[in-house]
């Protein structure tokens, strides 16, 4: 398309002839909520529901300031400040179309290395009632070896010695907290939005345990002035490629450094605890409950697990999207089974849940052939995911004498994974931060594969159940004996 143009403020009113953009006056907009982690699935989803209320209330308070948290965060910052804020969100229809806008709830943005007593002051501001978080599931610094926080962590010992110019989101919230406490202000709620079951009493308890050592004077103050509630997320929003950007200059002449994909489902579920005020989600989609557990265990066990399993399978066998991995038939079987087998019977307090359709969606939305969730995306600091996502799963099971084939298999799976080449012989791309552990006991794990189990800090004590560990064992030998596609069929096979 001739006439391409920069998506910005000032461009605005022209961009709207093209696509939807936002119809509130952005400069009434007041900072009424901090997010730290402005990536693709922050701004698909938290970001898209509060630029959606904003289209449709009067209510004024509820913007959203954007703060990137890390070095590696200096693109999307810079992007955002060139912009104005603004970027297009693309959701790729089931049917292949394209849905577009432009999403303006992003009011404001700090890049916390630049200036990190901006970000404190800005967290102790009176206008912010809410302090939202997506700093993925290693951000919490919680060891799963000492079932608590991690304090041999370079960065927390960092903040620690240097309070005033932190690096971990502990360092910023506890400055911040802080502030309010001695310049006698009213207290605020901390929500995360990361795929952590009980996310809302794990940032509290990581919260209070750096406190505790850093400022243990505040404790009390937050214990009574700061609420956590949990929340359960979802929305599929695969890394923006050079692709999506080029389309969508050719399409609509929108040139947007960095817009966001995702699917078209959307969900959150929020436990209605918020100390000092909040948007009016629920207008616009999202749903307020006295207990999300069951929520979140049927979306951890289900969703987000089974992207796992996708990733770690798929990638052995040579795939590179999601898509692929589940529309192989057997893949697909094992998955179901999985899912019906193990996952399944674990659950319960879903009321008003059809878990077969839900369990349908899943299927649906990862073969989404225009998503190209890529892989390597998913399978990044599976470290982080596994002990989350799939191992509460296999405790509850061997905590009921159950199923363990399916999980047992694909923590196997990830053994040989973290050798670093699919089953073609190509070297994989492993992002994860235990990568040099991982391939240390994989590599051990070829003479006796129990021994990759012996990484506490992902595993626990699971290495001390005969029962996994035999289960496991067995599918080890048979993966490298016979590969992922005829070990997998067999299994279905079985059933």
């Not at 967290?123 to 919490?140: N, P, Q």
């Not at 952590?196 to 345990?209: A, E, F, P, V, Y």
């Not at 995702?262 to 969900?267: L, N, T």
């Not at 049927?298 to 590179?320: C, F, Q, R, T």
């Amino acid at each position: 398309m001739e006439n391409n143009i920069k998506i910005n403020q000032k461009n605005l009113a022209e961009i709207a002839n093209r696509i939807t953009c936002p119809t509130y006056n952005r400069s009434a907009i007041k900072t009424g909520i901090v997010h730290v982690g402005i990536g693709g699935f922050h701004r698909a989803h938290e970001a898209f529901y509060t630029d959606e209320l904003l289209q449709n209330e009067s209510n004024t308070d509820w913007g959203i300031c954007g703060v990137a948290l890390l070095d590696f965060d200096t693109k999307i910052y810079n992007t955002l400040k060139e912009q104005d804020g603004l970027y297009t969100l693309i959701v790729k229809e089931l049917d292949g179309t394209l849905t577009k806008r432009v999403i303006g709830s992003i009011v404001e943005y700090l890049f916390a290395p630049e200036n990190p007593v901006k970000v404190i002051e800005k967290m102790a501001s009176t206008d912010v009632k809410i302090i939202t978080l997506t700093i993925t599931e290693g951000g919490y610094n919680y060891s799963e070896a000492i079932g608590g926080f991690d304090f041999d962590n370079p960065l927390i010992q960092h903040d620690l010695e240097n309070s005033q110019a932190p690096k971990t989101i502990f360092g910023y919230l506890t400055q911040a907290l802080k502030l309010r406490q001695e310049r006698g202000l009213q207290g605020v709620t901390i929500q995360s939005c990361d795929n952590i079951q009980g996310n809302g009493h794990m940032t509290k308890k990581m919260l209070l345990s750096y406190v505790q050592k850093a400022a243990p004077q505040l404790v009390s103050w937050i214990e009574k002035n700061v609420s956590f509630p949990n929340s359960m997320v979802d929305r599929i929003t695969p890394a923006t490629s050079p692709i999506d950007i080029s389309n969508l200059l050719k399409t609509s002449g929108i040139d947007d450094a960095w817009p966001v994909v995702c699917e078209p489902f959307k969900q959150w579920v929020i436990e209605d605890d918020f100390i000092a005020g909040r948007p009016a989600w629920e207008n616009v989609g999202a749903q307020f409950v006295e207990d999300v557990v069951p929520f979140e265990l049927m979306k951890l066990g289900l969703l987000n697990a089974g992207h796992s399993v996708l990733g770690i399978l798929g990638d052995l066998i040579g795939y590179a999207t999601i898509d692929e991995s589940v529309n192989n038939k057997e893949v697909r079987a094992f998955l179901t089974n999985y899912m019906n087998i193990e996952v399944t019977p674990i659950l319960e307090g879903l009321e008003g849940v059809d878990l077969d359709a839900y369990k349908q969606s899943l299927l649906q939305r990862f073969g989404n052939i225009y998503i190209k969730d890529q892989i390597d995306r998913i399978c990044s600091e599976s470290s982080a995911k596994f002990p989350i996502f799939i191992l509460p799963t296999v405790n509850a099971q061997l905590k009921r004498n159950g199923s363990v084939e399916f999980a047992s298999f694909v923590v196997a799976a990830w053994a040989i994974y973290s050798l670093g080449k699919n089953e073609n012989g190509q070297p994989l791309l492993i992002k994860d931060a235990m990568k040099a552990i991982l391939n240390e006991k994989a590599i051990a794990a070829q003479e006796n594969p129990a021994l990759f189990l012996e990484i506490a800090t992902v595993f626990g004590k699971l290495k001390d159940s005969e029962k996994f560990v035999n289960a496991y064992t067995k599918a080890y030998k048979n993966i490298v004996k016979y590969g992922v596609e005829k070990c997998i069929a067999d299994i279905n096979s079985a059933i």
